[in-house]
């Protein structure tokens, strides 16, 4: 399984980016995705993550109510729409697959793209 990530960029405080994983390798429309990213100095943290199905959604409480998580199982890709963006947000933000149980834990994930960078100015 391979995951490419992308949709990183500069933007100011208050701007929305949205990022897209592309999925290929094996049946995406059967894995649970989420999303988690890494700031530097810090550990990769949980972000959001979304069943197979698209019908359960999962957020951390730090982005709870500006991002959503979506997928496009008929093209294999899975999307983060990141809303009133803050400084805080800033990392390199990293998609993830499973075809084990449903998580919202990094360990909880076997498949990870190569992650890219959003960077939110003040």
């Known amino acids: 399984v391979q995951l490419q990530a992308s949709g990183g960029g500069l933007v100011q405080a208050g701007g929305s980016l949205r990022l897209s994983c592309a999925v290929s390798g094996r049946t995406f429309s059967r894995s649970n995705t989420g999303w988690f990213r890494q700031a530097p100095g810090k550990e990769r943290e949980f972000v959001s993550a979304i069943t197979w199905s698209g019908g359960v959604t999962t957020y951390a409480e730090s982005v709870k109510g500006r991002f959503t998580i979506s997928r496009d199982n008929a093209n294999n890709t899975v999307y983060l729409q990141m809303n009133s963006l803050k400084p805080e947000d800033t990392a390199v933000y990293y998609c993830?697959?499973?075809?084990?149980?449903?998580?919202?834990?990094?360990?909880?994930?076997?498949?990870w793209g190569q992650g890219t960078l959003v960077t939110v100015s003040s």
């Open positions: 993830a697959a499973t075809f084990r149980g449903y998580s919202s834990k990094s360990t909880g994930y076997d498949y």
